[in-house]
């Protein structure tokens, strides 16, 4: 089912024209990523959905609404939005910045305690910590994740996020992944989020939309853009060195494991994909590991020769 459908926007600053006639759809409970180089459109464009910016011609729908239909303040409302930075309000604890939006929505404040206690348990702050803390008191990435939490506290259907992961370090960066692909698939939501990192793109993303001087030069899979880039510009940004090992990340190890073995002294979880058990066997240094399920029961064998034989192959 499609959530947004943006067909043919422009976005002109006088005689700058900075979205240039820009049609995709996204598909409800999917992760796009937009991506681009800097000045190319991408926040300009996703700030269209919520009004935050005029759309200067085209149309913007939102669950089949044109969104030039639906009051400004309802549709912010409706939309959660978290940006690098967070924005986070100083002078409210942690409590007040993730009730905001249920609070101009008239919840009752049971419901909303509910919601904020939720909302902290799920990014692994304990509320009893965390709760009456301001912002200044946390480091950047547990306001970063308050950031993420108070966009998500009305229960949105839609979250649009620009660079939220940006001034993150990889580690914390990636258990900020893990949460919001976590939180997404528990809450089903529709999720729009620019990025200059493709990694994260790749991670994250399962569309990926390419703009280039404001125009979108592809949306596709991440295996498409990697295999059927439209345009030279989506190879070069996509990357051409490591495609192997990006392909591979996408590829899960369940899918071209061998046959159970025994006798094998290290496991791995068949969950993994083909690069994190690449990355676990250079660790470990094993040369061959069983692959067990989520129970730990074996269900199959992968070698360092069938991993390198598959990286060739992507
Ligand atoms: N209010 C504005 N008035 C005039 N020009 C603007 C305005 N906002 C953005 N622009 C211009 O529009 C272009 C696109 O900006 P936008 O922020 O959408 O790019 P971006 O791809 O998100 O860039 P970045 O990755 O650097 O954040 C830029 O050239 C920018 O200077």
Redesign the pocket.
């Given at each position: 089912m499609t959530m947004i459908e943006i067909r043919n926007v422009t976005k002109r600053?006088g005689a700058?024209t900075?979205?240039d006639k820009v049609s995709m759809c996204v598909e409800k409970g999917s992760i796009t990523v937009i991506v681009?180089?800097?000045?190319?459109?991408?926040?300009?464009?996703m700030r269209m959905i919520n009004r935050l910016?005029p759309i200067t011609e085209g149309e913007i729908f939102v669950g089949g609404q044109n969104v030039i239909d639906v009051p400004v303040t309802e549709l912010r409302r409706k939309i959660g939005y978290a940006i690098q930075g967070h924005g986070l309000f100083p002078h409210r604890t942690v409590a007040q910045n993730i009730a905001t939006v249920p609070q101009l929505l008239d919840w009752d404040s049971v419901r909303i305690a509910k919601r904020v206690e939720e909302l902290l348990g799920l990014f692994n702050l304990d509320p009893a910590t965390f709760a009456d803390k301001y912002p200044h008191q946390l480091s950047g990435g547990q306001q970063q994740r308050v950031g993420v939490a108070r966009a998500l506290a009305a229960e949105p259907e839609l979250l649009l996020m620009d660079?939220p992961f940006g001034a993150l370090d990889p580690v914390i960066r990636g258990k900020a992944h893990d949460d919001l692909l976590a939180i997404q698939k528990q809450f089903g939501t529709t999720v729009i989020l620019?990025t200059?990192d493709m990694d994260e793109a790749f991670h994250l993303g399962n569309h990926i939309a390419v703009?280039s001087q404001?125009k979108l030069l592809q949306c596709s899979t991440p295996e498409k853009i990697l295999t059927e880039p439209a345009d030279p510009f989506v190879q070069q940004l996509t990357g051409t060195s490591d495609r192997a090992l990006k392909l591979m990340s996408l590829l899960p190890l369940k899918e071209s494991m061998e046959p159970a073995k025994s006798g094998l002294a290290y496991a791995l979880p068949q969950s993994l994909s083909l690069r994190d058990a690449l990355a676990e066997m250079i660790w470990q240094g094993v040369d061959e590991a069983a692959v067990q399920d989520g129970e730990k029961a074996p269900v199959g064998s992968i070698s360092m020769s069938r991993l390198l034989e598959l990286g060739r192959k992507a």
């Open positions: 600053y700058a900075v979205v681009g180089t800097s000045g190319s459109g991408k926040s300009t464009l910016v660079e620019v200059h703009m404001g």
